[in-house]
């Protein structure tokens, strides 16, 4: 009788574990869903460094842009907390060699991919000029 006990008690701390694993992870599909990115207008973006940063839980991601001739030369990635994202870094080749934030996300990290964007385009923003990053307990 004490064994039956164990077990059901066992099977329903294993179901709540997996149907709050099912609720987290649809809560940060919507959450990834909701992200709309808009494309800068580069030829209006003076030259200098300008930084930003986005986050969805459990991705942060602060980034310095580098503009140049009305062109993105550089993204360098301050911070990175990103889960399993850590491969989503290589999608700031494709906005530089694009000139466009109109890229398609690295496949297997799109929470980090997308968050990277989303930094990007917050960083092009005129007010994150020379990096004034915004504190991040306001995101």
Do not use: W
Request: charged share 25%; with cysteine; net charge neutral.
């Amino acid at each position: 009788m004490k064994k039956k006990k164990v077990i059901l008690i066992l099977v329903c701390v294993i179901l709540f574990v997996l149907i709050s694993v099912k609720v987290m992870q649809n809560t940060l599909i919507d959450n990834v869903n909701s992200i709309t990115v808009s494309n800068p207008d580069i030829a209006k973006i003076a030259d200098g460094t300008y930084g930003g940063e986005y986050s969805v839980t459990p991705v942060y991601v602060k980034v310095e842009v580098l503009v140049i001739g009305h062109e993105i030369t550089n993204i360098k990635i301050i911070e990175h907390e990103n889960g399993l994202g850590k491969k989503a870094k290589k999608i700031i080749d494709d906005v530089i060699g694009e000139q466009s934030l109109e890229v398609d996300a690295v496949s297997g990290a799109t929470v980090s991919s997308k968050c990277i964007i989303k930094a990007i385009e917050n960083a092009l923003q005129s007010e994150n000029h020379k990096n004034n990053f915004k504190e991040r307990n306001s995101l």
